[in-house]
């Protein structure tokens, strides 16, 4: 099952893969006239009702392959108005190439004289709301027809996630619906076939720009919408917290607090103003701070839990009284990483180990990724939380669902990379679920490495990733 948003990420990534909506398109064409060719009796007439969206380009697309066919498409509006150029491309190639097209200026002049069959295609899943004029017209007449109705993608008029119909709807016998079901059409009384149109399986498993669709930022959002990130970190490694509280904000957090050993506080407020810095005494964490970071943490929507907080027994005994009295999200990493297989906690924790990090937890150890996929999700059910494995390739899983990530490059194996990636991570948790915040967080934290590399070569710092980290989230990103 796919809802009609990861179906639009997916397309992108493919897109991104090198292959492209317009191929797609030619795909999804091609399987809905093998359907219509196998309902219909050869030489049946066929009516084509196409809309001016891409689900209406399935359907000229479709037209090219229903030789032998008495096929005539209807185009609800003028040909000007077609909402894409690969849409419009195949209604040129259909007109360039003689087909029979009619322009439906009026829908009440739209004359399907009694066909064999009708191909609805005037809505897929770009629909929002009722139908509208002419759609709504060309619905009922399609429903006033004694046809059997072939619907593109999802029947007109139907959400393809709820299966529910704002308003009027084409009530088909048959829907073509492309590479993988939708869950809208499951409650519908139509015979469903899902058409593999020729998408890379790469374009689900590998992250992509595709992804960043789930991230959206309305004009009228307010302040503190997109997160408010606690940072825990800091003791023996000063460094750490910044890196991660800088990355969180630079992921789009709202506000970033960093709770921190009063010996780096000024360090780490020095790092960049933004900051807010709520120091505990001392030089590292213990038990004595714990309702101090209690009470800092129920106030943040996400606690980034570890950077640079050291191995020091103290600390380790407060992180496991933290995590077993939290239940609020919390990307761990670092040293806390290893007291997580220990601690009974309702909290929801994205876990962010490197392979090493991952042994010390118990885990599993595969040098390469196909071979730790399962292995790595079948610890994350065990659990109980999602795991974000580094490596050349991480390996996003919560048990369920599995992403791998390839952005990235070798001179990322320098220090702070991890803390920039758990603050990144952090900041996208406070929106997302935890497979995808550390799946987005892996994949710009990747290519804002290798953006700063293919610049300056090998040699870079963490806090290079930092001004990358906007673009290669947000960058290109209709809001
Ligand atoms: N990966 C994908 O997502 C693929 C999608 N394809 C096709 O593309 C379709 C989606 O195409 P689009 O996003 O262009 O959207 P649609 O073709 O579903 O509809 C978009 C058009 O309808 C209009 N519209 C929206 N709501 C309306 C309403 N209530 N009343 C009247 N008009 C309304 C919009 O202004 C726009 O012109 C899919 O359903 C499928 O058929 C395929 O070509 C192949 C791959
Ligand atoms: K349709």
């Not at 058409?195 to 992250?207: L, V």
């Not at 900051?275 to 106030?299: K, M, N, S, Y």
Request: aromatic share 4%; glycine share 12%; charged share 25%.
């Amino acid at each position: 099952m796919i809802t009609a948003d990861r179906m639009a990420a997916v397309d992108e990534n493919a897109a991104a893969l090198g292959v492209p909506r317009k191929q797609l398109m030619e795909s999804s064409g091609n399987a809905v006239a093998r359907v219509v060719q196998r309902v219909a009796d050869p030489g049946a007439a066929v009516a084509l009702v196409c809309g001016r969206g891409n689900n209406g380009g399935d359907a000229f697309v479709a037209a090219r392959f229903l030789d032998g066919d008495d096929v005539t498409v209807h185009l609800l509006g003028r040909p000007e108005s077609i909402g894409t150029d690969i849409a419009r491309e195949n209604w040129a190639a259909l007109t360039a190439a003689d087909y029979e097209t009619r322009v439906v200026r009026d829908s009440r002049s739209l004359a399907l004289d009694d066909p064999d069959v009708v191909v609805d295609a005037l809505l897929g899943t770009g629909v929002t709301g009722a139908p509208r004029q002419p759609e709504r017209t060309a619905v009922e007449a399609i429903n006033g027809t004694d046809a059997t109705v072939v619907a593109v993608d999802v029947p007109s008029g139907v959400d393809a996630d709820t299966g529910e119909a704002a308003g009027v709807a084409v009530d088909a016998d048959h829907v073509v619906t492309f590479h993988d079901a939708k869950p809208g059409l499951e409650p519908l009384d139509a015979t469903v076939t899902v058409a593999d149109i020729g998408i890379p399986e790469a374009a689900e498993r590998f992250t992509g720009p595709g992804d960043r669709r789930l991230l959206s930022r309305p004009a009228d959002a307010h302040k503190g919408a997109f997160g408010e990130v606690l940072v825990v970190g800091g003791g023996p490694y000063t460094g750490a917290p910044a890196l991660a509280g800088q990355a969180a904000m630079r992921a789009g957090a709202d506000l970033v607090r960093v709770a921190c050993p009063q010996a780096v506080a000024s360090e780490v407020q020095g790092f960049e103003e933004g900051l807010i810095v709520r120091p505990f005494d001392g030089d590292r964490l213990r038990i004595d701070h714990l309702e101090h970071v209690q009470e800092l943490a129920a106030a943040h929507d996400t606690v980034v839990l570890g950077p640079g907080l050291g191995d020091h027994e103290a600390t380790l005994a407060a992180v496991r009284d933290f995590l077993a009295d939290y239940d609020g999200r919390a990307v761990v990493d670092a040293d806390a990483l290893g007291v997580v297989p220990d601690v009974d906690t309702d909290a929801t924790l994205l876990c962010t180990p490197h392979q090493g990090e991952l042994r010390g937890m118990g885990g599993p150890s595969a040098d390469d990724w196909r071979d730790r996929l399962d292995a790595v999700a079948d610890f994350a059910a065990e659990l109980g939380h999602t795991l974000l494995v580094k490596g050349a390739h991480d390996v996003i899983t919560d048990g369920e669902r599995a992403r791998v990530n390839r952005t990235g490059n070798p001179g990322m194996t320098v220090g702070g990379t991890g803390d920039v990636l758990a603050g990144a991570a952090g900041a996208l948790l406070s929106t997302q679920r935890p497979v995808d915040a550390g799946a987005l967080a892996a994949y710009a934290n990747g290519l804002a490495g290798d953006r700063v590399v293919d610049r300056q070569g090998y040699g870079l710092l963490a806090s290079d990733l930092l001004p990358e980290l906007p673009r290669t989230l947000w960058g290109g990103v209709d809001a």
